[in-house]
Each structure stands twice: as C-alpha cells, then as structure tokens.
C-alpha cells in the first residue's frame, strides 16, 4: 500500500522536531500542500504522492531541518500574494501585514495615490500596496543588488516602479519631494547585539541589523520620508519591539504631527506612525 500524505509528514514532523523547528507538523504540512499543489486542508483528499513528489518533499524535509527557511522552501503568502523569495534578501514576516494594512485604510478616500516603499528587500509592502490599490502609483526603493533581483521579480507585472538607490540619501527620488502621499518602510532596526533565531542567519547581515542601537538607518530614514511628503502626507515605519518609546520620540522632536505607536497581535511594539504638518 503508498504511503499517505499523512504518513510522510508524521514522520517528517519528527525529524524537524530534532532539529528544533519551532513549528515541525505545520512546517511539514505547508511543505507537503507545496509539493502537492494544494492547501493544508486539500491533504486531506490529495492521492498519495508518486515517486517524484515524495523525493521532492523529503529534499525540502532536509533543507528545513538545517533551518533553511521556509519561505526559502515555498514562498511567501503576504496580504494575500505569492511573494518568491530566497538568498540575498529580507524575507517578510506577517507582522508587516499590519503595516500594509494600516496603509490601505489610510489610502481610502484617496484618489490616484502617490506611495513610495523605502527599503523595500523583497518588495512585499510596495506590491501589497499595489496590488490592493491598482490606482496608486507605487516607488520601491532598494540599494542592495541582491534584494534588486528578487524585488524586480516580485514587482514585474504589478505596477511597481523599482528605483536601485540608498534610501537615506537626498539624491533618491529627489524629484518628489513634497509630493507623496505615503511612505512605507521596514528599515534594518535590530540592535546589533541582539540574538536571533537560525533561520534569522540566512537573512542579509545589512537588511536585519541597524547598528548598535538598532537605529543607525531610522535616524536618517524618517527624515528623508518627511521630505517626500506632501503636507498632511503620512509615514509608517516598522522598528523593533524594544523601540517602542525611543522611535516615537524621535519622530515627535524632528517634527512629525500625531506620532502613534502600533502593537502587533502580540501586543509587542511593532511601528510608529506620523504626519507632516496638521492633517
């Protein structure tokens, strides 16, 4: 008798429990639905697989147990998109979704919005953007030629503009200035000394750390997406969750209006909004 899906991913679910996975059975099963062409749920009913999807699955089985990370594996699902990911670049973390979709809602009412991405890696908040408001017009900004390759891919077909430029630096589309509506960021921000999960290693050094107070490219950054507003325009940035005071205090003393603080579903300090000028 074939082995079942279920099967194979029991036996698959210990060995990424050895390995110290965190989420062995869930890790298993989104391998398993990837290999099959079907949801978690769908395994339910998917025929068990043949010779090559098994081989396939138990290659992607050994990759996870040397913490390779998953959306390396399969992709990523953000706000609904199927982002491709892999070495070189940031890979985007659900948290960021309620970035997006603090954005989205402060784009309704907005007609032909204006909305730049500042480091934008992957590109997954200028696409999530994109691809739930077909009528803005979306910049991604990106220094690192790795991330490039994979945000060029990512956006082609979505209506994103890519620019390969330091987000910090005036120069950067300069010739918006005082005129965008929204701006987006998910900077490198953890403190340099802090410990991270295996599967963090695999993220580029630069597009994770921030120096040794986590805040080497915040300081620059929001002051650059203060100059690419428009007056009333608004500014989203993630930071780390011990940033929770020291983000929105810098925002305050440069000048941004109506400074607020955003918790994850976790209830961890997540990103610190502004305005420029009275709204």
Known sequence: MARTWRDRIVEAAGRLSGAGVPSPLVDAELMAAHVAGTSRGGLILAEPPDEEAAARFAQLV?????????????????????????????????????????????????????????????????????????????????????????????????????????????????????????????????????????????????????????????????RRAFDLLCPGGVFAMEHDDTHGVVVPVLLREAGWAHVREHRDLAGRARFATGVKGDA
């Not at 009528?135 to 082609?156: C, F, G, H, I, K």
């Not at 403190?191 to 295996?198: C, I, L, S, Y």
Request: charged share 20%.
């Open 62 to 222: 050994g990759q996870r147990t040397e913490r390779v990370p998953l959306q390396y594996l399969i992709g990523v699902d953000f706000v609904g998109i199927e982002l491709a990911v892999g070495p070189g670049v940031f890979v985007p973390r659900p948290e960021t979704e309620l970035l997006v979709e603090w954005a989205l809602r402060k784009l309704t009412g907005m007609t032909a919005p204006l909305v730049v991405d500042l480091c934008s890696g992957s590109g997954a908040i200028a696409v999530g953007v994109a691809a739930n408001r077909p009528d803005a017009t979306v910049y991604a900004v990106e220094q690192s030629a790795e991330a490039l390759a994979w945000l060029r891919r990512n956006a082609e077909h979505r209506g994103v503009r890519v620019v390969a430029g330091d987000a910090t630096a005036a120069e950067t589309l300069a010739e918006l200035d005082g005129t965008v509506d929204v701006v987006l960021s998910n900077p490198p921000y953890v403190p340099e000394a802090t410990a991270v999960a295996p599967e963090v290693r695999h993220d580029p050094h630069r597009a994770v750390f921030g120096g040794e107070d986590g805040l080497d490219v915040i300081r620059p950054l929001h």
